[in-house]
């Protein structure tokens, strides 16, 4: 026993030492576990046998990244191979400079990518078969070839990466010509060295793709134009670099930027050249208003039949591409362009477009190994859009059939909205009906001795069960329309009956602090309104915008006051062709954006303006709409979505459902509808904080929720439950931080899993019997307990003491032995994977890979097989192209 007990002490001290050392470590930059990983990587690009590692930290900001080739052989000539990395960090980080590795005598070139997964955990692997560069859409961020010039990018821009982007890895991919080179064989480390900052940049690096899909080069020809040019309706934004991209046929490829009639060069290059990015021609920048446009001139000599635009060698493409910077505030990063160019447009392009620039036969024979290669990348392409419409398929919105838990008594339901509190606001109107005798034919109201409703018409209910927590706004209301909520919890709202816009309290006393318009006198003033139907704020002003209405066409800008400040009607990006709105009936504020959206609904539209001048920026408008859009609501999630919803149209048979829309790329990504019972007239939408969308339907008189959980099932990521995750976390922020105490632990518990566990006081009355068990197991015989306690006092004094000293030479020795929790500690990991989990709508995994779908990264680009992917899914402007529509009678709603 003796033995035993001397043993005690040093297992004790092994163990403290470890504590120390362990910690000593782990306090370092919270990138340094992922530093010590990557150690074993090349400083030399010629010595591969050499390891140091692989990051370098100039501050606690500043980091620089290689990533190279691990000293390969190619098997041949015109071989592509590609290695891979993750990132060293799942916080944003920006890429600021790119600085190459590799020897003209070896590398034909190198392109770099971003994505989510690549497609081989190998440390390298051929990637010029079908394999390809990764399981995703790989987004292109450098290009390197021999005698082009470096991509330089301009101060105060970068390329983000990491967390929000929907990059996790880089893939370098390079070609390797002439394998004779290695006939010395020696091992090829090349590869690019990226410079990085943790620092949020003021200007965010994109890509802008000029692509044409319909050309046709006859055999024989001499020349050949394919011409493409859309209308730029967006923030400024400054090009800095270009990149060309045919195949075989392309002799020269021009892009311009139009301005008043006048063509200013970006950049003009043969794509028979490398195909790296150059720098642009001039300074110069694109906006409102402007024109983007591009020629390709190939020639069909040589050739014995047609040749169309498509993914293989002996078809040709079209591509320029454009590497820019915008404001962060308002960076798109990707846009892209496929509207075939007007004849009358192009008789006017500067004649250096229609020169050929001469190659030398040596560079003409290297690009066609180039153009063949790629052609397996576009087929991985192909297979990555049915994968993602697969996984869409599987994970897309649906019904929560059990919400609300009980009846809520609605009438017409007008509108929705979400309270600071995060409750879902349902504005109805009671008993009250909105049918063809509820006005005359100037629009006033015909049932005005009804007087108001008597029923409350604002109900606050929880969004998890759908409970009523509170009730208000009666006999205030006549016919109730649209709802917002300001930063301070007051609801703002309108009553197409009184043709106001008022400003309620939410405390339950119904003080109606401002009122904008008269009431029941109809006027198109900027006193007056007619029929208004909805209400947008901006938070941060305080700037309300009203559209107006059912006899109006506009938009209306106040101040918090309610002075009117400005007004606007519809917007087109051809002022020639400017569509008036037919009823804008809802709107919503784009806070990331400072943007305002309306739905003009008899128009099937949605148009997007800038909130401070009311300038047009783009339209949505879809086939899938069938001619109606009655409801919008916005997530800044990814790139931006935008929730919508149809109705029914005179004039075409269309499914009544909800829309997620791609803010950037315009694409549908996702629709849904109820299961059990259908639409009758979805009247407002709204998504919360946490994915679900409410859907308020006047028609059935009804809310529905919408979620990716299906019937609120637990969330899975990596095999983990979101309860497992909350349950881990608030363990361990127990543990890291002992001064929270125990009340405190648990309300946090309670509040994370209330949500997802229905019947948390039977589980904790469980859990603690639990712990009874184990402490009455546990807990020896009262006769057996002297002893016991006696030897535990004898072995905790010397322990007590030698721990004390321990932990004084470990302070002394690292001035850090406490335990606070760093960015990168247990807790924090727990908290994003959380967050992840039952966070915004997860688009980041939910709608990623869907065709189309752009992840604040370049996923439109893959490789230099991308050049190959013909992108059904973007949309082109004559998606957005506005139409003459016959007038339709305002219907009720």
């Known amino acids: ?48 046998g050499s390891r140091t590692k692989q990051q370098v930290f100039t501050n606690s900001h500043n980091f620089s990244l290689d990533i190279r080739m691990p000293g390969v052989v190619p098997a041949g000539s015109d071989t592509y191979l590609c290695t891979a990395i993750p990132l060293p960090t799942s916080r944003d980080a920006y890429v600021v400079d790119f600085i190459p590795h590799a020897s003209m005598d070896t590398v034909h070139h190198m392109l770099l990518f971003g994505c989510q997964t690549p497609v081989s955990t190998s440390s390298y692997w051929d990637c010029g078969s079908v394999q390809g560069t990764c399981e995703d859409e790989a987004s292109i961020m450098y290009a390197w070839a021999r005698n082009a010039p470096p991509t330089r990018l301009p101060k105060d821009v970068g390329f983000k990466v990491g967390r929000s982007s929907g990059m996790s890895h880089l893939v370098l991919q390079i070609h390797y010509g002439d394998v ?64 060309t991209h045919t195949h075989q046929l392309g002799k020269v490829v021009s892009g311009y930027r139009i301005r008043d009639g006048k063509w200013n060069l970006i950049g003009r290059q043969s794509p028979q050249l490398p195909q790296a990015f150059y720098p642009a021609h001039e300074e110069l920048n694109v906006k409102y208003g402007d024109t983007i446009a591009a020629r390709c001139v190939f020639t069909g000599e040589g050739r014995t039949s047609k040749t169309y635009v498509g993914g293989t060698s ?48 040596g560079h003409m024979n290297s690009m066609m190994h180039m153009g063949h290669s790629t052609d397996h990348e576009d087929n991985q392409l192909l297979l990555d859009q049915n994968k993602a419409e697969q996984v869409l398929d599987q994970d897309h919105l649906e019904q929560v059939s059990a919400w609300p838990q009980s009846s809520l008594q609605l009438g017409q339901v007008s509108g929705l909205a979400l309270d600071s509190d995060a409750n879902l606001v349902i504005f109805h109107r ?18 005005r001795s009804q007087g108001p409703i008597q029923q409350s018409t604002v109900l606050v209910v929880d969004l998890a069960r759908g409970n009523i927590l509170k009730a208000s706004g009666r006999d205030m209301f006549y016919l109730p329309h649209g709802i917002t909520t300001d930063q301070e919890n007051n609801y703002w709202v309108t009553d197409v009956a009184l043709h106001q816009v008022l400003k309620v309290s939410s405390d339950g006393r119904d003080r109606v602090l401002l009122a904008l318009g008269e009431a029941f006198t109809p006027g198109s003033d900027n006193k007056h309104f007619c029929q208004p139907t909805d209400v947008a704020v901006d938070p941060e002003t305080g700037n309300i915008f009203v559209s107006d209405g059912y006899c109006n066409s506009r938009i209306l800008k106040f101040s918090a006051e309610g002075k009117y400040l400005s007004h606007w009607g519809a917007g087109s990006s051809d002022r020639k062709r400017r569509i008036p709105f037919q009823i804008p009936h809802s709107l919503v504020f784009l806070p990331d954006r400072q943007e305002v959206c309306v739905a003009d609904r008899e128009n099937g539209r949605i148009q997007c303006f800038l909130a401070q001048t009311g300038e047009f920026v783009k339209e949505i408008k879809k086939e899938e709409f069938g001619g109606q859009v009655f409801a919008i609501s916005y997530s800044p999630a990814g790139d931006g979505v935008i929730f919508a919803v149809n109705g029914e149209s005179p004039y075409r048979s269309t499914p009544l459902r909800g829309f997620v829309i791609d803010y950037s790329t315009i694409d549908i990504l996702d629709t849904f509808n109820p299961e059990k019972k259908e ?21 059935s008189k009804s809310v529905f929720k919408f979620t ?68 009455n197991a546990a807990r020896p015989g009262t006769g057996q307990s002297a002893l016991p306690a006696v030897i535990s006092t004898l072995l905790l004094v010397p322990l007590v003491l030698l721990m004390s000293i321990g932990g004084f030479i470990c302070w ?12 990168s500690s247990v807790g924090g990991i727990l908290g994003r994977i959380r967050g992840k989990a039952v966070g915004s709508l997860n688009l980041g995994n939910f709608f990623a890979s869907h065709k189309g779908y752009s992840r604040q990264g370049f996923d439109q680009l893959s490789t230099e097989g991308s050049d190959q992917e013909r992108t059904g ?5 004559s998606e957005n192209e506005e139409y003459s529509a016959l007038p339709a009678a305002p219907g009720s709603s």
């Open 679 to 699: 639409f009758k007239m979805p009247h407002d939408i709204v998504v919360s904080s946490d994915g679900s969308v409410f859907v308020g339907d006047a028609g």
């Open 873 to 877: 899914g973007d949309s082109s402007d």
């Open 430 to 447: 009671g008993d009250h009906h909105w049918g063809e005798s509820s006005f005359n034919s100037q629009a006033r109201y015909q049932q």
């Open 314 to 361: 002996d078809d040709e493409m079209c591509n320029f591409y454009i590497m820019y910077y915008m404001d962060s505030k308002h960076a798109v990063p990707y846009m892209s362009c496929m509207e075939s160019g007007s004849r009358d447009l192009f008789q006017r392009i500067p004649a250096e477009a229609n020169v050929p620039i001469a190659v030398s036969p």
């Open 180 to 243: 004779g080179v290695f006939k010395d064989h020696h091992k090829d480390c090349s590869g690019v060295t990226l410079r990085m900052t943790s620092k949020l940049q003021p200007f965010i690096a994109g890509i802008y793709l000029l692509m044409s899909v319909d050309t046709v080069i006859l055999p024989g020809k001499r020349v050949t134009n394919a011409d493409i040019a859309c209308d730029y309706s967006s923030y400024p934004i400054y090009p800095f670099a270009f990149r």
């Open 1 to 48: 026993m003796t033995r035993g007990m001397m043993g005690v002490p040093v297992f004790w001290v092994v163990v403290l030492t470890f504590i120390c050392t362990s910690h000593s470590r782990g306090i370092q930059n919270p990138l340094s576990g992922f530093q010590r990983a990557q150690e074993d990587v090349w400083s030399d690009p010629s010595d591969c």
């Open 812 to 823: 002394r020795k690292n001035n850090a032995c406490e335990v606070k929790p760093e960015p």
């Open 708 to 775: 990716t959980e299906k019937l609120h099932r637990s969330v899975k990521k990596a095999g983990i439950e979101v309860q497992e995750l909350d349950e881990i976390e608030t363990f361990v922020r127990t543990q890291v931080r002992p001064e929270l105490n125990k009340s405190k632990t648990a309300a946090v518990h309670k509040q994370q899993t209330a949500s997802l566990q229905p019947q948390p006081q039977k589980e904790e009355k469980e859990e603690d019997e639990e712990e009874k068990k184990k402490k």
